[in-house]
């Protein structure tokens, strides 16, 4: 079963939309806060588009056909939810057409998730 996950990502990646390429090229190699994301990646029983692990963010973006889908798609994100991700949803359309906006959703995403960049050794605290 496992295997078989990872063979269906592997393949994700290699036939990536134009929505996912736009914003993978965002994404990759920290361009974004810094951040590492990873595309395509197993978490639980699923294959998310994109995932910060160390923001406990998930990024999903959606074509036409998810419209159909909506019941399910909401199960999906109720159960990575649960499981302490964050989860942001695009339409393919608004990453095309909107990168800008889209990018600035997930960075606020981020910095509210990361830690302060400095804290306060144990015990110093208030």
Not at 20 to 45: A, C, P, V, Y
Not at 82 to 106: H, Q, T
Request: hydrophobic content about 40%; charged content about 35%; overall charge neutral.
């Amino acid at each position: 079963m496992k295997r078989m996950h990872v063979d269906r990502a592997r393949g994700l990646r290699r036939n990536m939309t134009d929505a996912e390429q736009l914003l993978w090229r965002h994404l990759r190699n920290r361009h974004l806060t810094g951040s590492k994301f990873r595309r395509q990646h197993e978490i639980d029983r699923y294959i998310v588009d994109f995932v910060c692990p160390e923001a406990n963010l998930i990024v999903e973006l959606d074509g036409g056909q998810h419209a159909e889908m909506m019941a399910v798609d909401a199960d999906r994100t109720r159960r990575l939810e649960s499981l302490d991700y964050r989860v942001l949803r695009f339409w393919n359309n608004d990453v095309l057409m909107n990168i800008e906006a889209v990018l600035e959703v997930i960075l606020e995403a981020v910095a509210r998730a990361a830690p302060h960049p400095s804290p306060l050794p144990r015990g110093e605290r208030e």
